[in-house]
């Protein structure tokens, strides 16, 4: 099972919109509604933002939001702030019970 | 609170073995499947391996697949990863990560293991 595609990086100024996209196939995000995105800090282990599409857990900001559209997925980041400055993976449940990952965004805030 | 602690990582030669555990708190451990991930330094996650909460499911990437077996002790709360015919390319640090429909909701801190 192949990686899901990120761009490598995106970036936005403080206050902004930044979407990072997150493409796949029908055998795993077109074909599931079991995508999720995790923020990542350096030396730290990622924290789950986003699950089954466009679902937030408790204490995720609303800033963030997860889409879906045929087989590329998307994360959402509103009023962007300087905390925001992390790794973006997405991820999916994919054929035959795997769980892929995207190669990750580094999103930095200018 | 959830909290999923690693330990057993460290320095092995190529083909060799190692066992990674993860000790949970703070949640019914014996409801939840669990999810090992992977990230090699300066590298992308990548999912490794996942166990239903009876232990009867379990799945694995192709990668490790006949060289990793996971397994888990409800009555110790805890997840294993045995690791044998151990390649350079295995090294990373590895998380144990609690399932939820195919996301994880919580992660520990992760345990480094060098090949």
């Known amino acids: 099972q192949s990686a899901l595609t990120q761009p490598p990086s995106a970036s936005g100024s403080p206050g902004q919109s930044v979407a990072i996209s997150c493409t796949g196939t029908?055998?795993?995000?077109?074909?599931?509604?079991?995508v999720s995105w995790y923020q990542q800090h350096p030396g730290k282990a990622p924290k789950l933002m986003i699950y089954?599409?466009?679902k937030r857990p408790s204490g995720v900001p609303d800033r963030f939001s997860g889409s879906k559209s045929g087989n590329t997925a998307s994360l959402t980041v509103s009023g962007l702030q300087a905390e925001d400055e992390a790794d973006y993976y997405c991820?999916?449940?994919?054929?035959?019970?795997?769980?892929?990952f995207g190669g990750g965004t580094k999103l930095t805030v200018l | 609170e959830v909290k999923l602690v690693e330990s057993g990582g460290g320095l092995v030669q190529p083909g060799g073995s190692l066992r990674v555990s993860c000790a949970a708190s703070?949640?019914?451990?014996?409801?939840?499947?669990l999810n090992w991930v992977r990230q090699a330094p300066g590298k992308g996650l990548e999912w490794v391996s996942y166990?239903?909460?009876?232990?009867?499911?379990?799945y694995y990437t192709d990668s490790v697949k006949g060289r990793f077996t996971i397994s888990r002790d409800n009555a110790k709360n805890s997840l294993y990863l045995q690791m044998n015919s151990l390649r350079v390319e295995d090294t990373a640090v590895y998380y144990c990560?609690?399932?939820?429909?195919?996301?994880?909701?919580?992660w520990g801190q992760g345990i480094l293991v060098t090949v």
């Open positions: 991820s999916s449940f994919a054929v035959s019970n795997q769980w892929v």
């Open positions: 029908s055998s795993d995000v077109g074909g599931y509604n079991y």
């Open positions: 703070g949640f019914t451990f014996s409801s939840h499947g």
């Open positions: 089954e599409v466009n």
């Open positions: 990560a609690r399932d939820n429909n195919w996301a994880s909701d919580f």
């Open positions: 166990i239903n909460d009876k232990g009867r499911d379990i």
